[in-house]
């Protein structure tokens, strides 16, 4: 009988020890799945709250600023940086086509060296590119502004301000000129009108014909129209993406009015004025 006992009492222990170590895994299995359970709920709820974006703060005209190419093509003149008056020290003139002037008043006199440019419509900052000794440079970079002012650099260095003339900052600030013989307002060479005429301000090379049969014949047979020389505008053709001037002029050998063909290349750089 003790002896039965003694088995039934281990047994019995064995048994209770196995119901506690099951309960003990249950338990830890609901408090997983309740935790889980929990946790997925909060995310829905987080993930149905409507997005703040309203609370964003609006962006400055500065930022929502965005120019676009014309609003390059002109003169800009330098400002001073002591007293942010527009001077005619230096003058940048942008064209249409990507073609640029720097015009520096050195030595008493004026000196123009000719660059190019690469602007991005989705870009306020473009660099500038003057080709020195065989060698492009493209160390000079502008950035724009709404008003009509732009911050230059040089090398990733803050260097001038200018001012496009025009712009609403052109007609706030006062203007010193180095010299009075300056053009009273820019003329963008490859956008002339038709039946307006022009003064040149440079010798210009005329063609007899836009597309002639015999390019060397033609070429033999180029004129060059004198600097001053008023030509008047009949109609323009585009060829090889360029625009070119069917004109009329006087030649003074005979008095008669004459007829060629302008390309606009040559005209970039002069100071064009209508008459």
Request: hydrophobic share 35%; no cysteine.
């Amino acid at each position: 009988m003790k002896k039965q006992f003694k088995i039934f009492l281990i047994m019995t222990i064995f048994v209770v020890i196995i119901i506690f170590f099951v309960y003990q895994i249950t338990q830890r299995q609901s408090s997983k799945y309740s935790d889980e359970t929990n946790y997925s709920n909060q995310i829905n709820k987080e993930s149905d709250l409507p997005l703040q974006s309203s609370n964003l703060p609006p962006l400055s005209a500065k930022e929502q600023f965005m120019p676009i190419a014309q609003d390059i093509v002109g003169n800009w003149y330098i400002v001073s940086y002591k007293d942010e008056i527009i001077i005619d020290y230096t003058k940048f003139t942008f064209y249409s086509n990507g073609k640029l002037d720097r015009r520096s008043f050195v030595f008493d006199e004026y000196e123009t060296v000719a660059g190019k440019y690469i602007f991005l419509e989705d870009d306020k900052i473009f660099s500038i590119t003057f080709s020195t000794d065989d060698a492009e440079k493209s160390d000079i970079f502008w950035e724009l502004s709404e008003e009509g002012i732009a911050q230059s650099y040089y090398k990733d260095k803050k260097d001038s301000a200018y001012i496009k003339e025009g712009s609403q900052e052109w007609g706030k600030r006062e203007k010193i000129t180095v010299t009075t013989d300056l053009p009273t307002s820019f003329i963008d060479p490859s956008d002339l009108q038709i039946g307006k005429t022009y003064e040149l301000s440079k010798e210009t090379p005329l063609m007899p014909e836009l597309n002639p049969t015999d390019p060397i014949v033609a070429l033999g047979k180029m004129k060059k129209l004198s600097a001053g020389s008023a030509i008047k505008i009949i109609s323009i053709a585009q060829k090889n993406n360029t625009s070119w001037y069917n004109v009329s002029f006087v030649n003074h050998s005979t008095g008669n009015i004459d007829y060629g063909w302008v390309n606009s290349t040559a005209l970039i750089g002069q100071s064009l004025k209508e008459k």
